[in-house]
């Protein structure tokens, strides 16, 4: 492996740690949030907006994402991402310490087998920039971007039951995985020359927005006691949706001989993230 594939990886593995601690502190701010609104308001972004730790993990996921930005410049995105998802156990442990969300029988089992599966995924993803995406890939993203921010902007209570509740962080935390796929797959596709290139590039305003409306929705989805649940849910999307991207429009791809053990890797991450998102390996405690 070469000096920029290992570099890559690091980047991707303190990213996913990273990630993981952020997204118990926004959980924090998050129930906070919800405690200090009315009745049935919920969690809006103007309530986040005034919790430390909140925006303490707002801030450390901004820069676990800028360290992500190093891996995807020479790592598949399927690679990344199933890495990166890797933080679901770090958001767990930390899950069981800090928020009293239990891991449960089958929970630390989960996290060992989501370790092996990224391992499997780490050792055969092929190093290399992105192949040219199809036309029109970042018009599209860009209009999925703000489509989400639209979202994003619903008030709190507004939504009906499809916004609110169990369901409403499921709806939540997948339409944040979708943002945060389409801002890898455009970070991915980025080639400055310059700042003012950089800044000119149709991407970086879709990684831009994406991100932003990933991140507000992630936060309105962790106002409940699912931390575990909504995260789970927004990595399996992002493996998916933004693996399946790469593969199919980047002409990602992994080592020769190394595609069955690949795809068991990603089946044993997805495995231990819907494991570890059920409700027996994720218990609340009563009260």
């Known amino acids: 492996m070469s000096g920029a594939a290992v570099l890559g990886l690091a980047a991707a593995l303190v990213a996913a740690a990273a990630y993981g601690v952020a997204s118990v502190l926004q959980a924090v701010g998050a129930r906070r949030a919800e405690a200090a609104a009315a009745p049935g308001a919920g969690a809006a972004a103007t309530g986040l907006a005034r919790q430390p730790a909140y925006l303490l993990g707002v801030v450390l996921d901004g820069a676990a994402w800028l360290v ?8 598949p995105l399927f690679a990344v991402q199933a890495l990166l998802a890797g933080s679901l156990a770090v958001t767990a442990v930390l899950g069981a310490r800090v928020l009293g969300v239990k891991l449960g029988r089958g929970g630390a089992a989960a996290v060992g087998v989501a370790v092996v599966g990224l391992a499997l995924v780490a050792a055969g993803a092929r190093p290399g920039r992105p192949q040219p995406a199809p036309p029109g890939t970042v018009g599209v993203c860009l209009a999925l ?17 499809w916004l609110a509740g169990r369901t409403g962080a499921l709806v939540l935390s997948t339409a944040a995985g979708v943002g945060y796929s389409v801002a890898a797959l455009c970070a991915r596709l980025v080639e400055p020359a310059s700042l003012l290139g950089l800044l000119a590039e149709p991407a970086t305003s879709a990684v831009v927005v994406a991100g932003v409306a990933g991140t507000l929705l992630y936060g309105r989805s962790l106002a409940g006691d699912g931390v575990v649940v909504a995260t789970a849910a927004l990595w399996v999307v992002e493996v998916v949706v933004g693996g399946a991207a790469g593969l199919l429009l980047l002409g990602d791809g992994v080592r020769d001989g190394w595609a069955a053990p690949v795809l068991v890797g990603v089946g044993l991450s997805l495995a231990a993230c819907v494991q570890l998102a059920r409700p027996a390996a994720a218990a609340s405690p009563p009260g």
């Open 68 to 75: 992500s930005l190093v891996a995807l410049r020479t790592l």
């Open 145 to 161: 971007a703000i489509a989400l921010a639209l979202l994003a902007a619903v008030p709190a209570g507004r939504g009906g039951r």
